[in-house]
């Protein structure tokens, strides 16, 4: 059993220095060693040579071409829809407004996750039916038969429209000045509330009796996921039998095939599900949208296939957002700095409507506002969502986690601040320490596992954190303009979502199991299918991996199959760093269940008792005997002939498994940052950064590192140059990547990506998610690092995007003595 | 992504070029690299009715050293700029400049010639040779005419150029050993600048012009002047601003370019002087 992480040296970074490269052959007699080396990704060449097939690559003869043409109110009354000029244009088929299509609905438009029972969620359709509620929502829409003349077309639509007032500024929405749905009375969706307390009102006392107090507020700027490729979604119904084939660049497959079965009222057996490959997600693609609709009820309307690429200026727009918060965070502290209390105020900028998963966001991050400290149960949370006219917020990379922790890694900034203490040594005081764990917090989740410390201090070393505060005081003298900061940010990531009895009390409508089958072929080949549905993860190589370590035999043997729900029927799809932890464990379990069934087999023809047998290397031999033995090889072979098989066993090596894990997976690290920044420009240039990262058994680290890089570019733009600007009639100014400044590889520094590995104990792989840890590191990492290279100048604050005007401006406040 | 329908010639030299748009009148415009027009067809901001193709030109690609001065053909691409030689020797600011425009694969499709035609102000290279004092050959159905930077700019994205004209040359004289800098302030590598500044000085004499500070490229004579009456680079380039009238943008206020003015036209007359 040398392949349980309980009877192996843990020490992924040794085998890293061993093996590199691709791994092609298993020596016989040697422990199989797949899990933990750097083996290049299967999915990278037909990726780089551009031969992967999208969804709009795909060649569907006949297919019409739906074009939606999109409000450019931000809030306004339809008063009328004159479609003639449109449908005289040679190749235009039809032309549908939202009221032509009101009875092809059988529900609204699904949101999965009402988080209290009284939430207030408005009917929302593919195309608005009376009035539109946001800039980019569907007025109408058009078939052509070819794609220029569906774009056409949209530009001869008449439509009066009565203008009302945009409601862009959360803090009005809550007035109810303007109300967005008039038949719910209110802009306000929801208040969520977590109160924890030992004793009742031990968070008042807790305040009452603090030796330092802080209270900060912070703004998570709306952004735009703005994933590689754009939303794209072709339905091809069969010419008989009413059956549908759904194509679409989605993470979420299976979740799409049960909602679009319902939302259309199609039986769900006759839908069927395909994600090609897909250009990224970040969160944006899980969700059920209008054109994926449209275009399966236009299809079977029309009996012809429909499809629909997204433009990106319309991708800015009619795609969700993320983030878009006000949080108020405050904290308690005793005379050491003990933190004694946490309160924290939330405002969630829905949108316009509630999409997917919009209203469970920022609860996603509830639990974590205490962060990696030790606190009791003292803790205060509500969370009020509320409408905007603006395109709706949901899922993106991080998901209420990384605003979360940006709250409270910026909030003990704060109170280091207060207490004229460095937050390194705040943060010891208050970590969570190694022999706590597993560590029940205030909130009742239970922490896996962890080591703060031992990430901080390593991050430390590798940042030069004391060489950095010495140089500081040389550099960051009176009248100086290149002033150096170091940030920092311990985070712990509640991830592998999820325990599904937790998430029923969360008020989810699904739930978080994973799915797996491990097929053995008569050959030896194999064929692992997952419920994961990967969009840039590398789920073919790592779950290759996995099974190759479990069976014994090479990766390149094992196929993985996904993302299609005729070939993967059952699954949960990919999001919220749960493939590993869920999914990946499932296909673990998945090998053991079939070794479990190859083992009776090969008990039969060797004439033992199964318990008797032991598998290493693709073997079965005898206990003490090594000379009696099967390779899998042969097993595979007699499960297929059945010729000689135990009575009760059926014939084929095939097992499956649904895995509903028993926690979230807790990942966690240290990141630290060295700016410089300019203060006579604003400008802010990040000298260094280093991540050291904790994910549990690593199963290949390559594929780690590019998620903490990519993760860390995310958090990093959106400390420093993303922001999804609107002007206050609801008109989004940053549609296209000229105005939306996601970084080139030029304007990105180096990063020094390093680990600790601390097993997760709830699962056999000892693994943890790591899709979303650099986006919930960085972002609060490079704001502390420039708000403490402008300490001395009196900021105590950053805005975020700290564009160089906003740096420029802060500074010019704080040294005229003006407010933070 | 789509633009509206349009008709499409391509021009195999600048006399055809001229015909055909003398023809065409003012809905045609000249396509020549496609990096200021293509995108603003595809928004459908730009709905030309015919596209003219100057892009195969092949005699308006050159770099010469014609004695004083270094001429340029339209059709030269900007990295052809950034690499040459003979600019990198006799008009060094100039080839550093074009290295800043946008990125590699702009820099190989972009030409100086439709950067320049193109008048925006928040390009670099009409500051840059507005700052070298250079003079534009254009040709029309009355044959060719010079015109020097400083009387090229009207109004944004508006030139001297009369509809049926065509830029066939930049000529750019030598900077004789002048020291030089060109300041580029922007978020992303790519992006146009926030501010630019393209500066040179010779002892008393300098020029100065500034990118994205107005309607349009900006020269900074004030600068120029109090450099020439022997002020000090701080207070010369606290001017730096006399001439602009700049707009307030997604990435900076009227004040806040106004300041980034002053900084940068310091730093590089600083770099300018060494």
Known sequence: MHWLPQHRQVDTRSRERDIKGRIMTITENMPTKIIGTRLLRREDPPLLTGEAKFTNDLNIPGALHLAVLRSPYAHARIVSINTAAALA??????????????????????????????????????????????????VAAVLATNETASRDAL??????????KAVVDLEEALSDKTIIHEGLGTNKSYIWNLKVEATEGCVDAAFAAAKYKVKERYVQQRLLPMAMETRAVAAVPQPFGGDITLYSSTQVPHILKVMTALTLGIPEHQMRVVAPSVGGGFGSKLNVYAEELLCTALARKHNTPVRWVEERSENSQATIHGRGQIQTIELAADDSGKITAVRVRIIADMGAYLQLVTPGVPILGAFLYAGVYDIPQAYDFSCTGVFTTLTPTDAYRGAGRPEATYAIE???????????????????????????????????????????????????????????????????????????GIGMTSYF?????????????????????????????????????TGTSPHGQGHETSWAMIAAEKLGISPDDIDVLHSDTAIAPLGLDTYGSRSLPVGGVAVALACDKVIDKAKRIAAHQLECAAEDLEFANGTFSVKGSPDRALPLAAIAFAAFTAHNLPDGVEPNLEAQVSYDPPNFSWPFGTHMCVVEVDTETGAVKVLKYVAVDDCGVQINPLIVEGQVH?????????ALFEEAVYDSDGNLKTTTLAEYLVPAASDVPPITTDFTVTPSPTNQLGVKGIGEAGTIGAAPTVINAIVDALAGLGVTNMAMPASPQTVWNTINNATRGGKK | MIPAAFDYKRASSAAEAISLITQHG????????????????????????????????????????????????????????????????????????????????????????????HADPASDLPATTLALGATYVVQGPRGQREIAATDFYKGFLESALAEDEMLIEIRVPKMQGAGWSFQKFNRRAQDWAIV???????????????????????????????????????????????????????????????????????????????
């Open chain 2, 26 to 117: 003012s809905d045609a415009k000249f396509l020549a690299g496609g990096h200021s027009l293509l995108p603003l067809m595809k928004l459908r901001l730009a709905q030309p009715s015919m596209l003219i193709d100057i892009g195969r030109i092949k005699d308006l690609s050159y770099i010469k050293d014609a004695g004083n001065h270094i001429v340029i053909g339209a059709l030269t691409r900007h990295m052809d700029v950034e690499t040459s030689k003979v600019l990198r020797e006799h008009v060094p600011l100039l080839a550093d400049a074009a290295g800043h425009v946008g990125d590699a694969q702009v820099r190989h499709r972009g030409t100086i010639g439709g950067s320049i035609a």
């Open chain 2, 196 to 274: 630019g500044v393209a500066a040179w000085r010779r002892k008393d004499e300098a020029g100065v012009a500034l990118v994205n500070m107005g309607s349009t490229p900006i020269l900074a004579t004030s600068v120029a002047s109090a450099i020439a009456n022997g002020a000090s680079i701080s207070d010369a380039a606290a001017m730096a601003s006399n001439e602009a009238d700049p707009q307030t943008d997604l990435n900076a206020s009227t004040d806040y370019r106004k300041h980034l003015a002053s900084v940068l036209v310091r730093r590089a007359l600083e770099a300018a002087s060494k």
């Open chain 1, 710 to 718: 990519g993760g860390v570019i995310q958090g990093l733009a959106q």
């Open chain 1, 493 to 529: 990531e509640m991830c592998g979502l999820a325990p599904s009895r937790v998430l029923a009390s969360l008020n989810y409508s699904a739930g978080g199991w994973e799915a797996a089958t491990v097929r053995i072929l008569p050959t030896n080949k194999v064929q692992v299918v």
């Open chain 1, 89 to 138: 244009i040679p190749g235009v088929v039809a032309v549908y407004a939202g009221k032509d299509l009101q009875s092809t609905w059988a529900g609204p438009m699904p949101c999965a996750w009402p988080v209290t029972p009284e939430m207030k969620n408005p009917p929302h359709f593919p195309l608005a039916i009376d009035k539109v509620c946001y800039v980019g929502d569907g």
């Open chain 1, 155 to 164: 530009d001869a639509i008449d439509v009066e429209y009565e203008p009302l």
């Open chain 1, 410 to 484: 910026r909030a003990i900034e704060a109170l280091a601040h207060s207490m004229k203490i460095d937050s390194f040594e705040l943060r010891k005081r208050n970590f969570i320490k190694k022999e706590q764990f597993p560590y029940t917090a205030f909130s009742g989740l239970t922490y896996d596992s962890g080591d703060h410390l031992l990430a901080a201090e390593k991050a430390a070393k590798i940042a030069d954190y004391a060489g950095i505060r010495a140089q500081q005081e040389k550099q960051n003298v009176p009248g100086a303009t290149k002033r150096l």
